[in-house]
């Protein structure tokens, strides 16, 4: 087993710094002899952990982990440069360093999965197998698929976040909501029609007894109403939310309190539970009630 430098500016990027160190002349053989040498030693340990050393094909899956997840832990500690990454590579950790921050930022970003338990402990399976890569490997979809999982791990963090100051209740069924902006328009619009309440799962018994006002229904009263909630929140958290917002999210919630008045109108009218069952089913289908709630009255 060695770590083999291909002639290429793609793959991993580590590769990509020991290739241009060689073309530039920084890079000497006995360097990165040493380079490879702690590579290997870092493949047995990562081996002997999780899969089994004395097996080649699975040496070499160590291999390709440790390449993915040094090359994860350089771009970040060098941000991207290749003259900081050799300089990190060079250094008496060598290796160690970049490993060690690569896999605390997979283990940072990975979901804790109620279901069966990742072989890596913290760190997700998929999503190492996405950043894992040979060494001669033309693309390395590692960063991409490493900023796909933080950019899933921030939204995560911000339904967390808009769930514990704006719910009453605080144990969630994880498919409950399927996006932030779900989570956020449910905010907004209980808060909207009940004075700032805290969200409960009565909004559709509550709106028996709601006055609907006609300067309500604006697309400029609703970001009103959604900036009022982001503004109770972090400042960080807060534009994270806003920078994760499509362009269709007030223009949606408009549409929902025009369903709210339906609604209330067909309510009044007492209507069957089955009719409002329905009326709700058919609107549903026609254009998701963005922020609507879609639980029982209780």
Same mark, same amino acid.
């Given at each position: 087993?060695?770590?083999?430098?291909?002639?290429?500016?793609?793959?991993?990027?580590?590769?990509?710094?020991?290739?241009?160190?060689?073309?530039?002349?920084?890079?000497?053989?006995?360097?990165?002899?040493?380079?490879?040498?702690?590579?290997?030693?870092?493949?047995?340990?990562?081996?002997?952990?999780?899969?089994?050393?004395?097996?080649?094909?699975?040496?070499?899956?160590?291999?390709?982990?440790?390449?993915?997840?040094?090359?994860?832990?350089?771009?970040?500690?060098?941000?991207?440069?290749?003259?900081?990454?050799?300089?990190?590579?060079?250094?008496?950790?060598?290796?160690?360093?970049?490993?060690?921050?690569?896999?605390?930022?997979?283990?940072?970003?990975?979901?804790?999965?109620?279901?069966?338990?990742? $072989?890596?402990?913290?760190? +997700?399976? /998929?999503? @190492?197998? %996405?950043?894992?890569?040979? *060494?001669?490997?033309? #693309?390395?979809?590692?960063?991409?698929?490493?900023?796909?999982?933080?950019?899933?791990?921030?939204?995560?963090?911000?339904?967390?976040?808009?769930?514990?100051?704006?719910?009453?209740?605080?144990?969630?069924?994880?498919?409950?909501?399927?996006?932030?902006?779900?989570?956020?328009?449910?905010?907004?619009?209980?808060?909207?029609?009940?004075?700032?309440?805290?969200?409960?799962?009565?909004?559709?018994?509550?709106?028996?007894?709601?006055?609907?006002?006609?300067?309500?229904?604006?697309?400029?009263?609703?970001?009103?109403?959604?900036?009022?909630?982001?503004?109770?929140?972090?400042?960080?958290?807060?534009?994270?939310?806003?920078?994760?917002?499509?362009?269709?999210?007030?223009?949606?919630?408009?549409?929902? $309190?025009?369903?709210?008045? +339906?609604? /209330?109108? @067909?309510? %009044?009218?007492?209507?069957? *539970?089955?009719?409002? #069952?329905?009326?709700?089913?058919?609107?549903?289908?026609?254009?998701?009630?963005?922020?609507?709630?879609?639980?029982?009255?209780?």
């Amino acid at each position: 087993m060695q770590l083999i430098v291909r002639d290429t500016q793609q793959g991993p990027f580590l590769t990509k710094v020991i290739y241009q160190a060689q073309a530039e002349d920084t890079l000497s053989a006995e360097q990165l002899s040493q380079i490879k040498g702690k590579a290997v030693l870092m493949s047995l340990k990562f081996a002997d952990k999780f899969y089994n050393k004395y097996k080649m094909h699975l040496l070499e899956q160590a291999a390709h982990d440790v390449i993915g997840i040094v090359s994860l832990g350089l771009l970040a500690l060098s941000e991207q440069d290749q003259q900081k990454a050799l300089q990190l590579l060079l250094a008496p950790e060598g290796l160690v360093k970049p490993f060690q921050k690569g896999w605390s930022m997979l283990a940072a970003v990975s979901r804790k999965s109620t279901g069966k338990a990742s $072989l890596y402990g913290e760190v +997700d399976e /998929q999503l @190492l197998a %996405q950043v894992s890569s040979p *060494p001669q490997a033309e #693309d390395w979809p590692g960063w991409q698929a490493y900023q796909q999982a933080l950019t899933e791990h921030h939204r995560l963090h911000a339904m967390q976040l808009l769930r514990q100051q704006f719910y009453q209740r605080q144990v969630f069924d994880e498919f409950e909501h399927f996006s932030l902006e779900e989570v956020l328009a449910e905010v907004v619009l209980y808060r909207a029609l009940t004075a700032g309440d805290k969200v409960k799962q009565d909004l559709k018994k509550r709106l028996r007894q709601i006055t609907l006002a006609e300067h309500w229904f604006s697309e400029a009263y609703l970001i009103m109403q959604t900036e009022t909630v982001l503004s109770e929140l972090p400042a960080d958290n807060a534009a994270a939310i806003r920078q994760d917002l499509g362009q269709h999210f007030v223009p949606a919630l408009l549409r929902t $309190l025009h369903f709210c008045r +339906d609604y /209330q109108q @067909l309510q %009044q009218t007492e209507a069957s *539970p089955e009719k409002l #069952d329905a009326f709700e089913h058919k609107h549903g289908l026609q254009s998701p009630l963005l922020g609507w709630p879609h639980y029982l009255d209780l």
